[in-house]
Nanobody, 126 residues
Framework: QVQLVESGGALVQAGASLRLSCAAS????????MAWFRQAPGNERAFVAT????????SYADSVKGRFTISRDNAKNTVYLQMNSLKPEDTGVYFC???????????????????WGRGTQVTVSS
């Protein structure tokens, strides 16, 4: 198992930028597909972005395309989520997730990931 710890969440105004980090320990990150999910109060956890083992392939939820960028630094065992032009609807707890790499399409379902961090709160005020 890989242990994941998110950081970088904050209270910001609409239009601001934030960068979230997810630090991994226990296993080398290069063996894993990594993803970010978010959960707003009263809502289910929802897919945000995912990245393959070497960063060569990414996928995003339609709601964040063009504003968010997922990246990874395997040497630092860290995954990032750069969030620009934040909107109030981006508010929620952001979770980092990992699963061992496979040859299919990048997974976007909650149940397709078996390693999770505890989350970091992002609040965007209008």
């Amino acid at each position: 198992q890989v242990q994941l710890v998110e950081s970088g969440g904050a209270l910001v105004q609409a239009g601001a930028s934030l960068r979230l980090s997810c630090a991994a320990s226990g296993r080398t990150l290069s063996s894993y597909i990594m993803a970010w999910f978010r959960q707003a109060p009263g809502n289910e956890r929802a897919f945000v972005a995912t990245i393959n083992w070497n960063g060569g392939s990414t996928s995003y939820a339609d709601s964040v395309k063009g504003r968010f960028t997922i990246s990874r630094d395997n040497a630092k065992n860290t995954v990032y989520l750069q969030m620009n032009s934040l909107k109030p609807e981006d508010t929620g707890v952001y979770f980092c997730a990992a699963r061992t790499s496979w040859g299919g399409n990048l997974p976007t379902g909650v149940n397709e990931y078996n390693n999770w961090g505890r989350g970091t709160q992002v609040t965007v005020s209008s």
